[in-house]
């Protein structure tokens, strides 16, 4: 089974900067998508940011102009380079991939997340 794996998480003081990394590893024959949710306490999880195969990319407006989505060149690699940091950015961020078998189907896969805070 393909497995994805978020790093780069933690504690920041408002106007700080973070980067998160979410690395997949298993049998991937086509990348379709890779991106990020978050979801913060009380609240449903909602897109942050995504970058398909073409290396179009789509931001949520609250994030725009702060937070940058790039890649490697496996293709296999997703980074969200987060700047300017607000309290409002607190959640727990969870990479999303949609992949490709050998048969053309495609299917989304989930990491576990990782824990961001913005505080003082």
């Known amino acids: 089974q393909v497995q994805l794996v978020e790093s780069g998480g933690g504690l920041v003081q408002p106007g700080g900067s973070l980067r998160l990394s979410c690395a997949a590893s298993?049998?991937?024959?086509?990348?379709?998508?890779m991106g990020w949710y978050r979801q913060a306490p009380g609240k449903q999880r909602e897109l942050v940011a995504v970058?398909?195969?073409?290396?179009?990319?789509n931001y949520a407006d609250s994030v725009k102009g702060r937070f940058t989505l790039s890649r490697d060149n496996a293709k296999n690699i997703v980074y969200l380079q987060m700047n300017s940091l607000k309290p409002e950015d607190t959640a727990v961020y969870y990479c999303?991939?949609?992949?490709?078998?050998?048969?053309?189907?495609?299917?989304?896969?989930w990491g576990q997340g990782t824990q961001v805070t913005v505080s003082s």
């Open positions: 298993g049998k991937i024959f086509t990348i379709s998508a």
């Open positions: 999303k991939a949609v992949f490709g078998n050998v048969l053309g189907n495609y299917y989304d896969y």
């Open positions: 970058i398909t195969s073409g290396g179009s990319s």
